[in-house]
């Protein structure tokens, strides 16, 4: 019988194991902490997922969190000193439920439904043995762990430094649009602040993330210590959304405006990055490395997490449908895997430079039309068509033109 075993237990590794399990075929998963352990840590980030994860999540019976208020239906996007700003509809309904309550609920899942997981840390040599006693080994252990199993690939690449420095938190005092969103306020040159509802622990809240642009104006929130000083880390947080966001800002009560606990924030910075996909561990065995494990990208584009449940559903798709997990397996896995990465670490690293002239157009003529502003916001849950539609000057003419078609076409 087919035997995986899954180093991680983040949305890559559990919606690999969620659908392998669906399919009968047995998994092990390796988890360095317990769900409790992960309850009680800091904020990992601020993830929302979209796209296809949504879909994705109902057919695993994994979406506890359907019909309720929490849908984020639009996402409204406005660059401070331009009048761009237009919102559109999120695809298939956005969803950001702390990963500290998301992932522990889908781990029950995945034990309750008879799946095994083993406790403790893998190191490199124990990845070794594990490749022995499973058919193939998935390696999804985060963006910190994977270094000396998957070495850096450097062709695919792009960045060797981080470009925006991040403060990522969860806050009260924020008012939320109606319909729901998450509110993308460019603040070109500094960076960028992006404030969702989301689902804690303890209820509602709102999640504000920074990204700085290293040594500008927004940078000293990825630095400043909530822990030495929480009002003057609070009081530097609503002066820069006043300052850099002002559709934020609108929305603060500043008597309300406070973290809501210590760990409930996070800083630092990622060098985007791609890994080697997959490495043959002892002789005829290999594995696979998926999610953050194979591919960082910046939060910018709020991306990683829906990209690892997509790349996970593919390879257990592809796990299914073969026996043998020999090179030939791996490279078929690597070449599906990076069709569906490639267009969004493009996507996420052009997001991340000053926006070219045909770029600010696209923008533009969101900002006056509704039919291009939807089309826009729905190509967030499509990265290939998305980098079709930035890339060059003719993709985005043809978008424009798809955009203004279409909203004819429904009048
Ligand atoms: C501030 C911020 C905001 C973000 N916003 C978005 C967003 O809006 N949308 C989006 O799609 N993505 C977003 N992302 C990216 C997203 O968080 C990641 O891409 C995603 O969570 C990666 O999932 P993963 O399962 O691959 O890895 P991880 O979530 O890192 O999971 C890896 C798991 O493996 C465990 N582990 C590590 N080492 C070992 C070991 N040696 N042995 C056993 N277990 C181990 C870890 O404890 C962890 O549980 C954001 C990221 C940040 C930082």
């Known amino acids: 019988m087919t035997s995986i075993g899954i180093i991680g237990t983040g949305i890559s590794g559990l919606t690999l194991a969620l659908t392998l399990q669906q399919h009968g075929i047995e998994c092990v998963m390796y988890a360095d902490r317990t769900s409790g352990e992960i309850r009680d840590g800091r904020l990992p980030n601020t993830v929302v997922r979209y796209g296809g994860t949504i879909p994705r999540e109902r057919a695993l019976g994994v979406n506890h969190w359907d019909g309720t208020d929490l849908v984020i239906e639009r996402a409204y996007i406005s660059a401070l000193g331009t009048p761009i700003s237009f919102y559109g509809p999120m695809p298939n309904g956005g969803s950001a439920v702390?990963?500290?309550?998301?992932?522990p609920r889908l781990l029950e899942d995945f034990e309750n439904r008879g799946g095994s997981v083993v406790h403790g840390r893998t190191t490199p040599e124990l990845a070794r043995q594990l490749v022995e006693r499973?058919?193939?080994?998935?390696?999804?252990?985060?963006?910190?762990t994977a270094e000396s199993l998957f070495p850096r690939d450097p062709a695919r690449s792009t960045h060797s430094t981080p470009q925006r420095m991040l403060c990522a938190g969860f806050w009260h005092?924020?008012?939320?649009?109606?319909?729901?969103?998450?509110?993308?306020?460019?603040?070109?040159?500094?960076?960028?602040?992006?404030?969702?509802p989301a689902l804690a622990r303890d209820g509602q809240v709102s999640g504000l993330l920074f990204e700085a642009v290293p040594g500008g104006p927004l940078a000293p929130i990825a630095e400043a210590s909530y822990d030495a000083d929480p009002g003057a880390f609070e009081a530097l947080a609503l002066r820069l959304v006043h300052d850099y966001a002002p559709r934020i800002s609108?929305?603060?009560?500043?008597?309300?405006?406070?973290?809501?606990?210590?760990?409930?924030?996070l800083q630092g910075s990622i060098t985007p990055t791609v890994r080697q996909a997959w490495r043959e561990l002892a002789p005829g065995r290999f594995a696979i490395a998926l999610g953050d494990a194979w591919?960082?990208?910046?939060?910018?584009?709020?991306?990683?997490?829906?990209?690892?449940?997509?790349?996970?559903?593919?390879?257990a798709a592809l796990i299914v449908e073969h026996h043998n997990y020999d090179?030939?397996?791996?490279?078929?896995?690597?070449?599906?895997?990076?069709?569906?990465?490639?267009?969004?670490?493009?996507?996420?690293?052009?997001?991340?430079?000053?926006?070219?002239?045909?770029?600010?157009?696209?923008?533009?003529?969101?900002?006056?039309?509704?039919?291009?502003?939807?089309?826009?916001?729905?190509?967030?849950?499509?990265?290939?068509?998305?980098?079709?539609?930035?890339?060059?000057?003719?993709?985005?003419?043809?978008?424009?033109?798809r955009a203004r078609d279409a909203r004819v076409a429904r009048v």
Do not use: Y
């Open 98 to 103: 702390d990963f500290r309550v998301f992932l």
């Open 134 to 144: 499973h058919d193939l080994v998935v390696v999804a252990s985060g963006r910190d």
């Open 173 to 196: 005092g924020i008012d939320e649009l109606e319909p729901r969103g998450i509110t993308f306020a460019l603040a070109p040159g500094a960076g960028e602040i992006f404030q969702v």
């Open 250 to 265: 609108e929305r603060i009560s500043e008597a309300d405006f406070h973290l809501t606990g210590p760990l409930d924030v």
């Open 295 to 315: 591919i960082v990208n910046d939060p910018i584009t709020g991306q990683g997490a829906n990209l690892g449940s997509a790349c996970a559903a593919e390879l």
């Open 327 to 401: 090179e030939m397996f791996c490279r078929k896995a690597e070449r599906r895997l990076w069709a569906l990465a490639e267009p969004v670490c493009q996507f996420t690293n052009a997001f991340m430079e000053p926006p070219p002239p045909h770029v600010q157009g696209v923008l533009a003529a969101a900002t006056e039309d509704q039919g291009v502003a939807d089309a826009f916001v729905t190509n967030f849950g499509d990265a290939g068509a998305m980098c079709e539609a930035l890339a060059t000057e003719e993709g985005a003419a043809a978008f424009l033109q």
